[in-house]
């Protein structure tokens, strides 16, 4: 029995139409498939052979054994694969996807023409009008705001990118980790947290949480270390007098539109948390966004307590809370203002295309500079200007992915961290993703082709 409903009254143009099967090239040709993947597009209708289609759009298959074949792009063409643990995340999304995409395709039925407004909609995604009429090196980014709202862009638009947003983001934070980026609130065994920050090798965030523990508290209250911390507040056990609270972690995606980054980073963190022992941190999760009509998508993000989602998951809902703020980077409002609060970490996410200028870089080096730990950054492009930008305003840049194969720089999956931050260790070779090749790197092996060996 299929997993999704083929009887919806969007089925018919949900996939791409036939005046629209040009596929641009997403992703730097000399890092992936782009000319040299054998794979064609498929039909609206046709499934990956082999495969089990989870949803409506077949960008999700069970292919048996606990292997999933998947995509990120409109046409179908370029597939990923991914194992068991990949295959429950894509399940769970899928499930989010269902009253995000509900929400969507209420707006585009409420237009005079849904029809004709979801075909608009493609036009605009494929055509990118206001991009392609921009002066080059105007930084105009891919779509207007106006555009951005359009029903039936943002329909198609989710489609797409709910895959690509929560699979790329989950890759680069496996990397921060690595780093130890995430220490200071989801504290491992034997590394030592004080107000600078974690000190295990590796580790590079400046500082916990302000709700945090600090080396201070901890004596006070009669303990030594972020390893007893983390045993006894996992466990709930008082630490001297007080009870231990959980760290509060505060993250703002920067143009983070419907807000699948946020998504990707509270389901990982719980899962680095159960990895390591320890509770969760209680999260504050923001989109700052220039399109306001993206508000009620990130609302629809979380898992709803006792709902149709897996329950162990659901109860992220009391204590992770989802929300939306208006935010421009070139209006002069800084973003802890916009957001309400202060920030721990940023997100940013195919966003710099829009901010190449020296205003831009000084608004992301003032927020370094005000007590934002960490810039975790996701691009399409594999050289940005900004890292220079940056670099020449004393921000430390870290690059996570490979950068000493033929395919040369790679920009693509970046940390900016404070000035004076000691430069991490490069992320180690053998480091197990998830999601292989995400983003995509086969090329750098001179493969042909996305799927992966071994899982």
């Not at 029995?1 to 005046?19: F, I, Q």
């Amino acid at each position: 029995m299929p997993e999704h409903d083929r009887t919806s009254h969007l089925s018919s143009y949900s996939m791409p139409s036939s005046s629209y099967r040009h596929n641009p090239k997403a992703a730097p040709a000399r890092f992936g498939s782009a000319g040299r993947n054998k794979h064609r597009p498929l039909e609206k209708d046709e499934d990956v052979r082999g495969g089990r289609r989870l949803d409506e759009d077949g960008m999700v298959y069970d292919m048996g054994g606990g292997v999933c074949t998947y995509f990120q792009d409109r046409m179908r063409q370029y597939p990923f694969a991914t194992g068991a643990a990949g295959l429950s995340l894509l399940r769970r999304l899928l499930v989010v996807n269902r009253r995000v995409f509900a929400l969507s395709d209420a707006r585009v039925l409420a237009t005079d023409d849904p029809r004709r407004t979801a075909r608009e909609g493609e036009r605009l995604y494929v055509e990118k009008p206001s991009q392609r009429s921009a002066p080059k090196g105007a930084g105009v980014g891919t779509w207007s705001d106006e555009e951005y709202a359009h029903p039936g862009l943002q329909a198609l638009y989710l489609r797409l990118k709910s895959f690509q947003r929560f699979t790329e983001s989950w890759a680069l934070y496996e990397r921060a980790a690595a780093l130890g980026i995430f220490d200071p609130w989801v504290r491992p065994a034997g590394v030592h947290v004080s107000a600078q920050g974690a000190t295990a090798e590796g580790a590079t965030a400046q500082g916990a949480s302000a709700e945090g523990a600090t080396d201070d508290k901890l004596a006070a209250d009669g303990c030594t270390s972020a390893e007893s911390v983390g045993a006894r507040s996992a466990s709930g056990e008082r630490c001297g007098e007080r009870p231990l609270e959980r760290p509060k972690l505060c993250v703002a995606s920067l143009g983070g539109g419907p807000g699948y980054e946020l998504l990707a980073l509270a389901w990982y963190l719980r899962e680095l948390a159960t990895k390591r022992g320890v509770r969760p941190p209680r999260l504050d999760l923001v989109s700052l966004d220039l399109q306001p009509s993206w508000d009620p998508f990130v609302r629809a993000l979380p898992e709803p307590m006792g709902g149709e989602s897996e329950s162990e998951h659901a109860m992220e809902g009391a204590d992770t809370t989802y929300r939306f703020a208006q935010w421009d980077i070139k209006a002069g409002v800084g973003a802890c203002e916009a957001a309400g609060s202060a920030i721990d970490l940023c997100l940013i996410s195919n966003v710099l295309v829009y901010c190449t200028d020296e205003p831009s870089a000084d608004v992301l080096t003032s927020l370094l500079q005000s007590g934002v730990r960490a810039i975790l950054v996701n691009e399409r492009n594999g050289e940005q200007r900004m890292v220079g930008m940056v670099q020449k305003r004393g921000v430390v840049v870290c690059k996570l992915l490979d950068q000493s194969s033929a395919a040369g720089r790679d920009d693509r999956q970046l940390l900016f961290l404070p000035e004076g931050t000691p430069a991490p260790s490069p992320v180690p070779r053998d480091l197990e993703h998830t999601f292989p090749n995400v983003p995509y790197e086969e090329a750098k092996k001179g493969s042909n082709d996305a799927r992966i060996d071994r899982y």
